[in-house]
């Protein structure tokens, strides 16, 4: 049900409340001898219009997202729902081809039985339109009248105004919080599930994965939940084979454009690492799968390997590397600029070349800085999804040959919970198990890491 | 004696000393090249992979047409030009026998099995020009109809032997052509490459970037302002601190579990919509604003909040009057960022079913709806050619609004870097 009509009502009763309370307001100050309220008339019309907009609106949002449940509730009572089949997707979907027609959404229905329900349907939805319009207006007005009959000439409209402001800023700062923990919570629920069907040692050490996301609940083979595979290809893609991409190349850039390059060549290629960070990672996997990977495929058949896979882990993990180098590259820059000029400049002088500055100097004293974003580099390897689902393979095996096709947790995520299997099938619930283990994972190495640069950067303040 | 010998001691250190200073030297050369080609690989690999979208994705916003005219006035096709303006108007245009008439027409000017290889989904499109301008019935045109993806094969000279005959005649006569296609920027997604468009889909990511905006710039923005101008230095605010940290660098899949879990959970209903997919997409970009909200807020020199409190400002009137319109470049500039991410992220609107065929573009923020960069991820399973170009096409549609995007940030805290 659409919120928008409430919702404009909703504004021309706090733009009246505004109104009223500024013209009370004003009346309050003609009366006063010294011409003076304790808050100005806007404060007065906006402590109104607050007091009556916020409840009705937010009522009325949530009567938005709940009344279709009564709706279909209401229905189900209705005479014509009788003939319905029993609890089920054919129900559901007869029930959601009603609701379109009568909503006007569709035309016509594939179930003779929706247009037996239309009429019910579009009682049922007038019925809770008007209950929630009634209710969302009466909220509203009650709410504003009690704000209006606040008004008195000393009121501290300002700091009730002001103090509602206050109270949206501490909200929307717990929004960080509550996503944290959402994140927690449904991880771990689902995780508790899955573990319920696959012992946890069996999930983290067990080196065969085969789920079926078809297979009945019934008794499991947790055998086939043997995670290991997956870690290690996670690994082998996002930590061994980007990185040995990413760290020289990232790195020497960054040294490159600080130490040596030209203002010229600088302003040039900044902007160029930027846009290389500023691809999104589908155009990039689409790139490994389309150009990359046949590239791969064709040097491995040079190299004299048997049949080399279409999908290969070097692939991925070469685009996946090029796509980490801007992120290297900044944290580096970050780093090596955060050394004092005072090192440099010693070194320099003591006729050290600019090679050896950087070498002995202004490495290691920088060192802290770009291994913590390494870390942060790694950390964003592993989680990414896109380029492994369009270009690593889906055979989980544990092999050491980068010309195969290797899995990754992210890969099986996605494909675990984009096929058509039921939520209570261990298949889907282990994506969550996965997903933990990737959140814990990044977690860490994100919190070490921004210890080690807050540390670094203490040091030389 | 002894004078000679350090004499010679000596040449020979300076000789021993210049060599070395030649291999310092060396050194240095050696590294500073080793910089150059660590830059340069990094750029040939950003140009090398524009040029394989541009090289293929150009060719994708034309496709094979088949020109064929056709008599509506003398056709008979039987429409109450009162139902051309209801919604079922493409429905009834079918009753009518639209497609029977085409086939005919194109029988009639390109044989039957020319006929044969017109796309399917062709009347749709004659039935939109006819819903948009009804006189054409009373007319006498020639269409540029899409053609199949076996024929556009065929004109490229691969695909099926047997059509290549066929597509040279057709060809010949002029009735075959490769032509610009603007439609592609208007039509939604279809099973075939020659009749596809993105605006399903780019309606479908400018509603979930709507929503997304709606939800994360405010709350971003307000929960910015408290943690630099009023929060007490206590553990809640740590805490605070760390999860927003945190989440800036959790991996967007984590996200979409999130909100498979979370909002389709209570809302499943509402699967696969941008109003889902906004939701999660506003999680990940909310700690991406307060994080340069922060920041803004932070280079506002304290002068500015000084004078306001000395002339008897509130607090909240210093930060709301004065310290925001300051640092609102700045707040814009990291919350655009943020935005040009959330639109080219993936995984997230995967995990939420963002991934179904839609065949029209979305009627609301509650309908189905797909967007640009899970188009790209769908067809790019596809293993026709003609999908090959229209993939890529739609990706450079994507990194120009993306580039547009980056460049609003940049003309925006160069602005701002001018002003403070």
Redesign the interface.
């Known amino acids: 049900m659409?919120p928008v009509i409430p919702l404009l009502l909703v504004l021309g009763l706090a733009t009246v409340g505004w109104l009223v309370a500024r013209a009370r307001a004003r009346i309050f100050r003609r009366a006063r001898p010294g011409g003076r309220l304790d808050s100005r008339p806007q404060y007065h019309a906006w402590f109104v219009a607050l007091c009556a907009g916020l409840p009705a609106g937010l009522f009325a949002l949530a009567w938005s997202?709940f009344s279709?449940g009564l709706v279909v509730m209401r229905v189900l009572q209705a005479p014509a729902a009788a003939a319905l089949p029993a609890e089920g997707i054919l129900r559901d979907a007869i029930l959601?081809e009603a609701g379109a027609l009568a909503t006007?959404?569709a035309?016509?229905a594939f179930h003779p039985l929706a247009r037996t329900l239309v009429p019910a349907f579009e009682q049922a939805i007038a019925h809770y339109a008007q209950v929630g319009l009634a209710v969302t207006l009466l909220l509203g007005f009650a709410t504003g009248t009690w704000a209006f009959l606040r008004l008195r000439p000393d009121f501290r409209a300002?700091t009730q105004v002001?103090r509602m402001?206050?109270a949206?800023?501490?909200l929307?700062?717990?929004?960080?919080?509550l996503?944290?923990f959402?994140?927690f919570a449904?991880?771990l629920?689902?995780t508790w599930r899955f573990f319920r069907f696959v012992p946890p040692g069996d999930f983290l050490f067990g080196n065969h994965w085969s789920p079926d996301p078809m297979a009945d609940v019934g008794p499991v083979a947790t055998d086939s939940y043997g995670a290991l595979p997956l870690f290690w290809g996670t690994f082998a893609i996002g930590v061994v084979i980007a990185m040995l991409v990413a760290i020289?190349?990232?790195?020497?850039?960054a040294?490159?454009?600080t130490?040596?390059?030209s203002p010229a060549?600088r302003r040039w290629?900044k902007?160029?690492?930027?846009?290389?960070a500023?691809?999104?990672?589908?155009?990039?996997?689409?790139?490994a799968?389309?150009?990359v990977a046949p590239a791969v495929r064709r040097l491995g058949e040079a190299l004299g390997l048997a049949n080399p896979s279409s999908e290969s882990a070097l692939a991925a993990g070469l685009v996946m590397g090029?796509m980490i180098?801007?992120f290297v590259?900044s944290m580096a820059d970050d780093a090596i600029a955060a050394v004092p000029a005072e090192m440099r400049d010693g070194s320099l002088a003591l006729g050290a070349?600019?090679?050896?500055t950087?070498?002995r100097v202004l490495i290691p004293a920088a060192l802290p800085g770009i291994v913590a974003g390494i870390m942060?580099a790694i950390?964003?390897a592993?989680?990414?999804?896109?380029i492994v689902?369009?270009a690593a393979g889906a055979t989980a095996r544990l092999t050491a040959n980068p010309f195969e096709s290797m899995t990754t947790v992210?890969f099986q995520?996605?494909a675990m919970?984009?096929g058509e299997g039921s939520f209570d099938h261990p298949a889907t619930l282990s994506?969550?198990a996965l997903?933990m283990v990737?959140?814990l994972v990044?977690?860490a190495l994100?919190?070490v890491a921004?210890r080690v640069v807050l540390r670094f950067r203490q040091a030389y303040d | 004696m002894t004078e000679r010998a350090s004499t010679d001691a000596g040449a020979a250190d300076g000789d021993r000393a210049a060599r070395r200073l030649k291999a310092?030297?060396a050194?240095?050369r050696r590294?500073?090249a080793?910089?150059?080609?660590?830059?340069a690989?990094?750029?040939a690999?950003?140009l090398?992979?524009l040029v394989?979208?541009i090289g293929?994705g150009m060719s994708g916003f034309r496709r094979t047409e088949l020109r064929v005219p056709v008599d509506f006035a003398r056709a008979g096709l039987r429409v109450e030009p009162a139902r051309l303006g209801a919604?079922?108007a493409l429905?009834a245009l079918r009753q009518a026998g639209l497609s029977q008439v085409l086939g005919q027409a194109a029988a009639a000017s390109l044989g039957p099995d020319g006929a044969a290889e017109l796309d399917p989904d062709a009347w749709r499109e004659v039935a939109r020009a006819i819903i948009a301008d009804p006189g054409l019935l009373q007319r006498r045109v020639v269409l540029s109809l899409p053609a199949s993806d076996n024929l556009a094969a065929a004109q490229r000279g691969d695909g099926q032997r047997r059509l290549r005959p066929l597509a040279t005649r057709l060809a010949a006569q002029g009735k075959l052509v490769r032509a610009w296609d603007p439609g592609f920027l208007t039509r939604a997604d279809s099973t075939h490459a020659q009749s596809v468009g993105i605006w399903g889909a780019l309606k479908g990511s400018l509603l979930t970037m709507a929503v997304t905006m709606a939800l994360a710039f405010?709350?971003?923005v307000?929960?910015a302002?408290?943690?630099e101008e009023?929060?007490p230095r206590n553990r809640w605010t740590d805490?605070?601190e760390?999860?927003?940290?945190?989440?800036a660098?959790?991996?967007?899949?984590?996200?979409g579990?999130?909100g498979?879990?979370?909002f389709v959970g209570?809302?499943p209903?509402w699967r696969s919509a941008p109003l889902i997919g906004g939701m999660t997409l506003a999680?990940m970009t909310?700690?991406v604003i307060?994080i340069s909200a922060r920041a803004a807020i932070g280079a506002v020199p304290p002068s500015a909040r000084d004078a306001a409190l000395a002339i008897g400002a509130?607090?909240?009137q210093v930060v709301?009057h004065h310290v925001l319109p300051l640092a609102m470049p700045g707040i814009m500039t990291g919350t655009i960022i943020g935005m040009?991410r959330a639109?080219?992220?993936?995984?997230p609107l995967?995990?939420i079913g963002m991934?179904a065929f839609v065949a029209t573009p979305p009627?609301?923020l509650t309908?189905p709806a797909s967007v640009l960069?899970?188009q790209?991820?769908l067809w790019?399973d596809e293993i026709d050619r003609g999908f090959?170009e229209r993939?890529?096409a739609t990706?450079i549609v994507?990194?120009l609004f993306?580039?547009a995007m980056?460049g609003l940030a940049?003309h925006l805290r160069n602005r701002f870097e001018k002003r403070l």
């Open positions: 659409s997202a279709p959601a006007r959404h035309t016509g300002r002001e402001i206050m949206a800023l501490l929307a700062s717990l929004a960080a919080i996503t944290t959402g994140i449904s991880l629920a689902e020289p190349l990232g790195l020497m850039s040294i490159h454009l130490q040596y390059a060549l290629v902007p160029m690492l930027e846009m290389l500023g691809v999104p990672t589908v155009v990039y996997g689409y790139f799968a389309l150009t090029i180098i801007p590259s070349t600019r090679f050896e950087i070498h942060l950390s964003r592993i989680g990414e999804t896109m689902v369009m992210t995520i996605v919970l984009t994506a969550f997903g990737l959140f990044t977690l994100n919190f921004l | 310092r030297y050194a240095e590294f500073r080793l910089g150059l080609a660590a830059i690989c990094s750029v690999a950003l090398f992979l394989t979208m293929n919604i079922d429905p405010p709350i971003g307000l929960a302002v408290y943690l009023y929060a805490l605070i760390v999860s927003i940290s945190n989440l660098a959790v991996p967007s899949i984590i996200f579990l999130l498979l879990a979370l209570l809302f209903s999680l909310m700690p307060v509130s607090r909240i709301f040009a639109l080219g992220e993936t995984a995967l995990m991934r009627a609301g309908a960069p899970v790209i991820f790019s090959v993939t890529s990706i994507l990194l993306l580039l980056n940049i």
